[in-house]
């Protein structure tokens, strides 16, 4: 028997991602976004209102990045989704974390996540059902210590999820198959 549950919001695992921009004088704002994905191959859609300072820095730069958050910093990237830019102009610097320019978009990239996805903004989307923020990735770059030759190796990544139905952070490690290879077993 199946039980109607008091929610509307119910996909898991929800994608814990760290949008970062620089503010109007330089220095640098994160947020956590979990309603993000790929639009395309290069693409990435996050569901972002205008009220975030992210997305006005995002029109304004032209540009974002966005990093996979990580088991390791859990605390930093709840406290980037606690926190709002437009109330705590010191918000990334409470963090402790540390970031380097990109090279390719005029965005900073947090050195303590692992994997990082280097965006220029495309357009930012207002109707009643649009996508907000969509970015093309130019440039992906991961951390040595999760890559195994030339490929990252997403069980050294201990990438965290969101769990909407309990609001918990849960780690995404364990392989459990071949995508596009598993399934041939049932084709005839």
């Known amino acids: 028997m199946r039980k109607i549950l008091k929610q509307t919001e119910g996909i898991f695992p929800m994608p814990v991602l760290m949008v970062a921009t620089y503010n109007e004088d330089g220095s640098i704002n994160v947020m956590n976004a979990a309603w993000g994905t790929m639009q395309a191959r290069d693409n990435v859609v ?5 009220s975030h300072k992210t997305v006005q820095n ?11 958050a990580d088991a390791a910093h859990v605390v930093e990237a709840d406290y980037f989704g606690l926190v709002s830019g437009n ?14 320019k990109s090279e390719t978009v005029d965005a900073p990239v947090i050195n303590e996540f692992p994997i990082c996805m280097e965006c220029e903004f495309i357009e930012y989307q207002t109707n009643t059902y649009g ?10 770059t991961a951390d040595e210590s999760v890559m195994n030759g ?17 609001h918990g952070y849960y780690k995404v490690m364990e392989r459990v198959g ?11």
């Open 46 to 50: 996050l569901q972002l209102t205008e």
């Open 58 to 68: 995002i029109k304004e730069r032209k540009a974002f990045t966005v990093s996979i």
């Open 87 to 100: 109330h705590e102009s010191k918000k990334f610097e409470n963090s402790g974390m540390t970031t380097t």
């Open 131 to 140: 996508c907000g923020v969509i970015g093309k990735v130019v440039r992906i």
């Open 150 to 166: 030339d490929t990252i190796d997403m069980s050294l990544v201990n990438a965290i999820a969101f769990d909407p139905y309990t």
């Open 178 to 188: 071949e995508a596009f290879k598993d399934g041939l077993q049932l084709k005839r």
